[in-house]
Structures are given as C-alpha cells and as structure tokens.
C-alpha cells in the first residue's frame, strides 16, 4: 500500500532552534517525494523536491531509502517558518498516474 | 499568476442541494485534481483527470463526480451536499509524463454545507 506517514501533528520549537519534521513512507516502486508548505488559510506551495537536492528557505530534505524517510530539517528556525508542512509522494506505474499522496501534516510553531 | 484559479472561493450550501466548484488553467497541463483538506486527514484525492473525458477516481469519491470538457476546465460536482462534505478543496495541476514535477496548487473553496 502507498502510504504516508507524518507521525507529529505539532512541532513547536523556539527560534533559533533546529527543526526537523519526520515523515516516513510506503511504496513498492520508485517514488517521487515532496514537501509542501502552507502558510494560514493559503495554497500550498512546493518546498522542496527530493531530486533536486536543493536547499529552500533554509530547508532541506534527504532521502533515505533504507529507513524510507525523507524528513525536512532547518538548522535554525525562524518565526515566518511558522505553517503547516505536508510531506508527498507520487509514483508512476499500476494504478497509480502520478496522483500525490499526502501525509497528515505537521504544525510548526516557532515561538519568539 | 499562478496559473490555476479557483472559485467560489467561499460558498455556504444548504444540505440537500447540488454544488458545482470549477478549477480553471492557463497552463495547457495535461492532469488535474481534486482534493479535500480535513483536519487530521491532510489532503485526500477526490477525483482526477489525466485528459479532456477522461478522468478517475481517488480515494474519497463517494457523493462526488466530476466532469472535464476542455483542457483547461474541471469541474466537481457534490451531486447532493452533505454536512460531511463541509470543508476546503483544492484544484491542483500538473505537467504529463514521469519526472519529478510538483503539482501547482489553487487557493481553495471554502465550503460550508448547513
């Protein structure tokens, strides 16, 4: 089964704080993992990619197909970091077309 | 400027009665979908279309159908609205073929079955 898994619903930390939100996936093939982020009452909007390898808003994000996680990590939070962040996947092959799957989401609250 | 609208961007429907929510491009992308975001759920695929007249289901389609007549248009039908079907929609789209692309995402409909 495809599945993702983000197992905190809140993740608050002071500023200046290291972050890292952990999500953890299902998938027999080769996936494609995102993150995305949505700041209060917006549209999402892609963070980060796992085959770009890039570093967004201080963001970044590996992934580990041994542990089949690919967790989002800041070495300093700042307050505007403050949103809810969905890690994704989507696949190609039986079934699937590409659709995103969405974990449940994490709420990051950086405090002053 | 993102290339995918949205509306009504809010709505308030009593139960009983059919609503309509319309996702427009500019992109030419081949895929489009629906989705609904519930606390607790995140977001969940309700329908996509990977083609005009062609579309399929996703993993919460019950009391929901869809229709895609042009490129550019996706319409989601609640055929008779329900309290349960209280919540935010988002149309996304994306590019054809495999590669690592990442949907682009409207600003939502706000619904509020009474």
């Known amino acids: 089964a495809q599945r993702v898994t983000q197992p905190e619903k809140l993740l608050s930390v002071f500023k200046g704080a290291p972050v890292e939100l952990k999500c953890n996936y299902s998938?027999?093939?080769?996936?494609?993992l995102f993150w995305y982020v949505q700041y209060s009452r917006q549209r999402l909007q892609l963070l980060l990619r796992?085959?770009?390898?890039?570093s967004i808003k201080g963001f970044t994000a590996d992934l580990n197909k041994g542990e089949t996680s690919f967790h989002l990590k800041k070495p300093f939070a700042q307050e505007e970091d403050s949103a809810m962040y969905y890690c994704?996947?989507?696949?190609w092959g039986s079934g699937n077309t590409g659709k995103l799957i969405f974990g449940q989401g994490t709420t990051l609250q950086v405090k002053p | 400027d993102a290339g995918i609208t949205q509306s009504p961007r809010h709505k308030v429907t009593e139960t009983g009665t059919p609503v309509t929510l319309r996702c427009h491009q500019t992109?030419?992308?081949?895929?489009m979908y629906w989705y609904r975001q519930d606390p607790g759920h995140g977001l969940r695929l309700i329908h996509y279309?990977?083609?005009?007249?062609?579309?399929d289901k996703g993993e919460v389609s019950d009391g929901y159908s869809v229709s895609r007549s042009k490129t550019e248009d996706f319409l989601l039908t609640l055929e008779s609205a329900t309290s349960s079907q209280t919540s935010v929609y988002f149309c996304?789209?994306?590019?054809?073929?495999?590669?690592?692309?990442?949907?682009?995402f409207g600003s939502g409909t706000r619904l509020t079955v009474v």
């Open positions: 996304a789209i994306r590019p054809g073929g495999q590669g690592n692309y990442g949907y682009t």
């Open positions: 992109e030419n992308h081949r895929y």
């Open positions: 279309s990977y083609g005009v007249k062609d579309t």
């Open positions: 998938y027999s093939g080769s996936p494609e």
């Open positions: 796992h085959i770009s390898r890039e």
């Open positions: 994704a996947l989507s696949g």
